[in-house]
């Protein structure tokens, strides 16, 4: 997303300062950024890069969830405002707004929708109270965290310490939700700018019920078992909540949608560029990170055209005649102790992508790129109950 967005805004001859700290990535290759600074994404090397370069604007929902926490370090400490630095795109008071579990709640009560019934807590002694008050089992998160770092599910108080104060190491701010296992995970891609025109780019569906993030998921886009009546309602949710919200660019809706009846719940909103977006601009052919970067200069969805099409604008929708299927790939191999079950924490190193024109020929195709030796879903030796009563 990152060199998206500097070829999006060198096309407008504006000079672009890149910090990032991987020299492996693309966007740090020469050509790309006028300058590039291989330093840590933390509050104090970014403002010393301010400092020397004094820019007149600055992008932060194109570098994940370390951009934003350090974005809204800077505006604690006043760097923005000292050193007259515009923030584009998602105003910083939308992606608090989003990100600050209690406000989010809020936002969305006053749009008439419902978030997953949830507590906030900043002690152990805080979580244990609010577990009493939802009931076991919980799930544990923490607030403006990276792939679900800490998270997981708790059916007892002595589980529940234990989770929370590992979860307080990394966040200020601890959330316990109801625990929804087994419902459905959807989510909605969508792009609003700065005129109000909001538009849904893509929805998934996660093949795994909720309660496993969706980065450690196997995700189909479009989804594949919602009635056109769900479909169309939480598209409707999205982009009211979206333009409540005020995000100027690109962002991602998540939703528990009960399998058994037309109930769901908004889970998060991720105000920028994710796992997800990266996933829904391949499999639409529609450059998400770069009509983002174009928006947060001011410009109107109707005003530019998709680069891939070349012939419509950016306010169409892409409507898919295909199927396309996300499976994650693992390398526990490097990380020794690490368990190996698959949880609200994020351990996927990487993805594969399977295009076709059925869910079947797109899922053997991602099964096949995940690993080489795999021929896709290969017929049993021997028939279940054989293997059954040959264990008993």
């Given amino acids: 997303s ?55 604007g600055i992008l932060l929902t194109f570098g994940g969830q370390t951009a934003l926490n350090c974005g809204i370090e800077l505006q604690k400490r006043g760097i923005f405002e000292k ?77 529940l310490k234990k ?61 594949q078992t919602l009635t056109n009546r769900e479909y169309n309602k939480l598209r409707t949710t999205a982009v009211r909540l979206i333009r409540h919200l005020g995000v100027v660019g690109e962002c ?15 889970v998060e909103v991720n105000a920028r560029l994710s796992r997800s977006s990266a996933l829904a601009s391949k499999a639409t052919g529609y450059p998400l990170a770069y009509i983002a970067a174009k928006l947060a200069l001011g410009m109107s969805l109707l005003d530019l055209h998709n680069s891939v099409t070349m012939t419509t604008t950016a306010c169409f929708e892409p409507s898919l005649d295909y199927c396309v299927v996300k499976i994650p790939r693992w390398d526990l191999g490097k990380f020794a102790r690490v ?12 993805e594969a992508m399977g295009i076709g024109r059925t869910f079947e020929e797109a899922f053997q195709k991602a099964l096949r790129m995940v690993d080489e030796n795999v021929c896709g879903f290969e017929p049993y030796l021997k028939p279940v109950d054989e293997e059954v009563s040959a264990n008993v």
Avoid at 11 to 20: A, G, S
Avoid at 21 to 46: R, W
Avoid at 103 to 128: C, H, N, Q, R, W
Avoid at 179 to 199: F, H, M, P, Q, T
């Fill in 2 to 56: 990152g060199s998206q967005a500097i070829k999006a805004l060198k096309e407008e001859k504006i000079r672009t300062v890149l910090i990032n700290p991987n020299i492996a990535t693309v966007q740090t290759s020469p050509g790309l950024a006028d300058k590039v600074y291989f330093l840590p994404i933390t509050a104090d090397y970014v403002t010393q890069v301010i400092k020397s370069e004094r820019p007149n």
């Fill in 83 to 159: 050193y007259n630095v515009c923030v584009l795109g998602t105003p910083l008071s939308s992606v608090i707004n989003s990100e600050d579990r209690k406000l989010f709640a809020e936002i969305v009560a006053e749009i008439g929708e419902k978030v997953i019934p949830s507590t906030a807590a900043y002690s152990v002694d805080e979580a244990l109270e609010g577990a009493e008050q939802l009931g076991y089992p919980v799930l544990v998160r923490s607030a403006f965290a990276l792939g679900g770092l800490g998270s997981g599910f708790c059916d007892s108080s002595e589980e």
């Fill in 163 to 223: 989770k929370v104060r590992q979860a307080l190491s990394q966040s200020p701010q601890v959330l316990l939700d109801k625990s929804l296992k087994g419902w459905k995970e959807v989510e909605y891609e969508v792009v609003r700018d700065a005129y109000n025109n909001c538009i849904t780019v893509c929805n998934m569906e996660n093949v795994d019920p909720l309660g496993i993030h969706t980065g450690e998921s196997i995700v189909v886009a479009p989804s």
């Fill in 252 to 266: 991602n809706v998540q939703y528990a949608l009960n399998p058994k009846s037309q109930e769901y719940y908004i």
């Fill in 339 to 350: 368990s190996n079950k698959i949880g609200s924490s994020m351990k996927s190193v990487g």
